[in-house]
């Protein structure tokens, strides 16, 4: 099997550098759509599906190996083998984060920028920490999700996009979650929202881009302080809106703080 297969790995645009798009739950790389065109402008863009997700190859799910996030990292860490020129520039959005972040783990020094979209190490309120869910309501999300996959996309799209005048965004959502596998979805819940990554991205020193929505129903704005806080090479951007998807429901704002924090770092464009 090629990665190209597994990944359903596309390439576009051109530049002296590389930047990989990766999605995150529930989702695949249709989720960068409208962010794409910009970037693919300046830049040699790598976008993927997670191995479970969108249009990758199932077959390749092992759930031994994506059993936590550091399986994911290994092969992101596989694709930039194969397919980054030039310096690598990470644009990871919630999960996804987390799996940039072990990756450069896996191989330091690799990545020479990192974008966070609605990223969090931890989703569990831990002493001084607010993660946003006590872990009791992460119990009882979890088990929303396993009793009725498809009811709890339902009810929880539109809360998650946090558009409501703009519905279509909600159905995109709800329309991607639907096309995921209900048994990888239930596993990579638990993979996700059980882990705790905190140790992983403290004293990270890789230029880092923190973008969230000021109201994210899944990362509250302390999630963003506190990764601003542990990674010391990193900056913290809020877009003023409800919704953990900025990337389509603010794609404007989205581009122009990745486009100001890129312009902060040597690159050629090319």
């Known amino acids: 099997m090629t990665l190209q297969k597994r990944n359903n790995v596309n390439i576009s645009g051109s530049g002296s550098a590389t930047l990989i798009l990766s999605h995150g739950f ?23 599906d997670l191995v479970g997700a969108g249009q990758s190859d199932l077959a390749a799910y092992e759930p031994e190996k994506y059993s936590s996030l550091w399986g994911y990292a290994s092969d ?22 987390m799996i940039g972040t072990l990756a450069q783990r896996q191989q330091p020094g690799r990545v020479a920028a990192m974008v966070m979209i609605g990223g969090s190490p931890s989703y569990i309120d831990s002493g001084d920490y607010a993660g946003g869910f006590l872990a009791e309501e992460v119990d009882a999300l979890l088990e929303a999700i396993d009793d009725n996959y498809q009811g709890w996309s339902t009810t929880m799209a539109p809360v998650l996009m946090g558009e409501p005048g703009e519905p279509a965004l909600g159905e995109e959502l709800l329309s991607s979650f639907k096309r995921t596998d209900g048994q990888i979805a239930r596993h990579f819940a638990r993979v996700i929202f059980l882990a705790d990554h905190r140790a992983d991205v403290v004293g990270l020193d890789t230029p880092t881009l923190i973008l969230q929505c000021t109201r994210d129903p899944v990362v509250p704005v302390a999630v963003g302080k506190y990764l601003n806080r542990v990674l010391p090479n990193s900056q913290l951007s809020l877009i003023e809106g409800m919704g953990h998807y900025p990337q389509l429901s603010a794609p404007s704002a989205c581009t122009a703080a990745i486009d100001g924090f890129l312009a902060q770092l040597d690159f050629d464009h090319g």
């Open 76 to 97: 992101l860490n596989e694709l930039i083998d194969a397919y980054a020129e030039g310096p690598v520039i990470l644009v990871c959005h919630s999960a996804s984060a």
């Open 26 to 48: 529930g989702c695949d790389q249709t989720m960068w759509k409208l962010l794409l065109p910009h970037l693919a402008s300046r830049f040699r863009v790598i976008s993927y």
